[in-house]
C-alpha cells in the first residue's frame, strides 16, 4: 500500500485555524486500497515536542479519542497518521494542525461591560466601544487574541478587525455554554503603542426574540472579555487582559439589534471614554465550539437596482438569503441613506413585509420591521451592518438629495461556514432549481443554529430541524454545527423532561409559570422529538457514537415525559378509557402536522402524537442497544410495541384505512412502520386514491412532506411520486417556483393567486424533498441500518422527463459518485465506491448487483417504462 489517508480531521470549529478543547476526537479517510478497518499509526508534536508514537492494531478511522495526555491551554499541535495493509503501512499522511483554545481555567481576564446611560430599550441600544492602549517591545514572533462576550462582539486590533468571523461569539444558551474565538493577529501589531477595540451590542444575549420581538432574557448586562496572549523570539511570553484599565463609549453605531437593524452614524463625534464597569455578570465557563462559525460566504451584486418613487430604489439581489448589504458609496456627508430589507416586492415594484407581521390576540400587531441606516461623513467609509443579520432578497434604499451608484450596493450572504457534501444535478431544469432553493433555504437558516426563518422569527424551532436534518446532513457537513445545536437543547430542557420549542430559549420557558402561553405549548410531538431523531441522524451519517451519548439522558427525560403526558392527560372526548389508550398522546399541546394546504387541522392530533411517542421509543431503544444499554434496549422496545400497538388500535381499521384518513397520516405511519405489513398495500392505495381525488396534489404539511415521495417510490408508486414531484399547480414545489420562489416557503401557498405573499417565504422544511432526489432520482441512499456510511444502495428511478443524473456524496469513507443515462435504449450507470464500503445496485429492472470499492461502470438496456403505469 503507497497511498496515504487524507482528510485529517478534528471535531472542532475555528476560524483562522482550528481551535480544540483538551482532548479533540481525530479522523482521517483511508487510502483507496485500505480493506476492512486497518491498522494504524499516529504521530503528534505538541509545541514542538514530538509525543510517543501511538500504534493500533485496529479500529475506527472515525472520531478516535484523543490517545495521549489531555492538551493545554494554547498548544499547537500537529498530527499525521499511517495506516497498516496487509503488505504493511501506508505512506505517512499530509500533517493536520490545530490550536487549542484558552481553557476555562487559564482565564485570568476580567468580564468588562459598558457604562450605558438610560436604558433606550430593546432593539433601540446602541453599540459600545470597549478599548485599551498597551505598549510592546520589538520582537512579538505570534499573537493569539482569545475573546468571548454576552452580546455580540467584534475586535479590532489597531482599527483592523480581527478575524473573520461574524456575529461572535454566536447563538447559545448563555445561562449553560458560552464559546469563544480564537484570531491571529500577529500581523496588526506594531512596536510601541497598540490599541485593542471591541464594539458590543446586545445581539441573541440582550436583544430582540421571536416573532413577537420579545426581549431575550439571558441577561441585563452585556460584557466582554479578552486575552492576548504574545509570544516572543526570545521565548518570553506576556499577556494583555480585559480589565479596569479599559475604557467605555458609546460607538457611532446609535442602535443595533439582530432582528430589527442597525444604525451607523459616521458623524457622530466620540464622547468622553470612561472606566469600564469590571465583573459586573456571571457567566458559565468558556468553551470551544464544535461548528465552523458564521462568515460571509458570498457576495453578489443587485440583478437591478430601480427607483421606484423619488428617493426610493430598489434593489434585486435575485435570490433570497440571510446577510446583510454593504453599501460603499454613502454620498455627500450628513447624508442619511434608510435601508428596508424583505422578501418581496410587490407589483408596483416596491417593498412588501406585511406577510411577516405577527398578531396576538388583544396585543397591537407586531409590525415586521428589517431596518438599517447610515449617516455619511463624507469620508469614503463602506457601510456594512455586522451588528444585525437580515433575511432578504430585496432592499428598499431611501435617501434625499443625492443618487445611488448601483455598483456601490452589494449583498453579503451571511451563514454558518458549513462545508458542502453533496452534489447534484439532472437533466431536467426544474428539479435543479428546486434543488438550488432548498440548499438557498437552509443556508439561509443556517446562521450559527438551524432556524425556521431568517425573517420572522429566526428560532432554533427544534420540529424544523427534526425533519429537515436528514436532508441537512446529505447537503453539508453538519456534524459539529447540530452538536452545537444539541447542546442548547439539552440546556433548554424544562426540568420536567420536556423539550423547549426552541433553541436557544432567550425567552427561558424552562423558568416560566407553566401557565405562561409559551410554555403551555412546550412539549409538542415532532417538535421535542428532535432530541431523539437528530443525534441518530448524525450518528448513521457520521458514525459519531458520542452523540448519542451526550444526548442520552436528555433524550430518555424527554420520551419519559411524554410517556407519563399519554397515561394521564387525555383529549376530553374520551371516556371510558380502554387500556391501549394510556399510549395515545393527545392530552397535552401538539402543533400537529402544521401547515396542510387549506389549514391546520385539529382534529389529527393524537395520531400525530401517537406516531412520534411509537418512533421516539422504537429510536431509543436502537439508541439503548448501540449503547450497550441492554436493559433499556429491552423496556423501550417493549413500550414501543406497545405505543404501536395502540396506535394501531385506535387509527387503523381491517383494511389499512386511517381513521384521520390524511395524506400525512398515512405517510406517518407508512414511514415510521406504523402499519402491520399485511396492510401496508391497503394503506397505500388509500393514500395513492387520496393523492388522485386531490387532483395529484399533495395535502401534506410540515412534518411528513419529506417522506411522501420516498414512501410512495418505496410502496411502488414511483408514478405517483412524479407527478407529485412534476405538479405545476399549487400546492406543488413547482408551482413555487413558477411563482418566483428562490427559497422554499412556509406556506404551500406562500404567494397566491393573486401575487400576494403570505408567512415566511424561506422555510426549509418543505425543501426535505430534495433528499428524494438524491435517494432516488439520482438513487443514492445510505442502506438501512448502515453507520458511517460504510454501507449503501444506489437505486436509480428513472422517468422520462430525466435523462441523466449525477450526484455525489462526501461520505465518512470517502467520495462516492453515481451518474446515470438514459438514452431510450441503453441505461449507463457509474457509480464510484470508496474504501471499506460496499454497494449494491438495484437496477430500474430489478436486476441487483453487489459492488466492492472502485469504479463500476455498466450499460443496459434501457427499462421498458414498467414503473410509469
Ligand atoms: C414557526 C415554525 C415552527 C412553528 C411551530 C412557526 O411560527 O415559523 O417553523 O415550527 O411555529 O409550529
Redo the contacts with the bound molecule.
Sequence with gaps: MCRAPDRLRIDSGGDQFIVSGASPRLSWRLPRTATGQPGYELEATVDGTVLDRVTRTSGSHLFVPWPWAPLRSCERVTWRVRVRGDRGFSDWSEPNCFEVGLLDEDWTARWISPVEGADEGYGMRPAYSLSARFELPTGVRSARLYATALGVYEVFVNGRRAGSAELTPGSTSYDRTLYAQAMDVTDSLRQGSNRLEVLLSDGWYRGKTG?FRLPSGWGTTTAARLELHLWYDDSTRSVIRSGADWTSSRSMITRADLMDGQVLDLGQHAEDAVPVLVDQVVAPGIDWSPAPPVRRIESRPPVSLREVATGSWIADFGQNASGWISLADLGPAGTRTIIDYGEFAGTDGDLTTAHLDMFLTGSPPIVFVQRDEVVSDGDGAVFEPRHTVHGFQYARLRREGAGIDPASVTMQVVHSDLEPTATFECGNADLNRLHDAAVWSFRGNAVDVPT??PT??R?G?T??YQVFATTAARLYDVHGFSRKWLRSVRDDQLPDGRIA?FSPDGRRTKLMDPGERLARTTG?AG?GDAIVAVPLVLYETYGDREVLAENWDAMVRWVDWALEAARTHHDPSRTGLRPHERFIWDGTYH?GE?CEPGGARESDKGEVGTAYLYRSCATLARIAEVLGRSAEAARYGEVAKQVQAAWRTEFLDESGWMRSDTQAGYVRALAFGLVPDELRAGAVRRLVELLRAAGNHLGTG?LSTGELLPVLADHGYADVAYRLLFQRTPPSWLAMLDRGATTIW?EWEGIDDDGNPHA?LN?Y?KGAVVHFLHTHVVGLRQAEGSVGWESFVVAPVPHPDIPWARGSFESPQGTIEVEWQDDGDTFQLTVDVPPCSVAVVVFPDGQRATLTPGHFSTNRPAPTGKVFR
Design positions: 416573532g425556521d426563518c420572522r422569527e428560532l424551532w420540529g424544523d420549542n409538542s417538535w402543533w402544521w410540515f412556509e415566511s422555510h422544511s
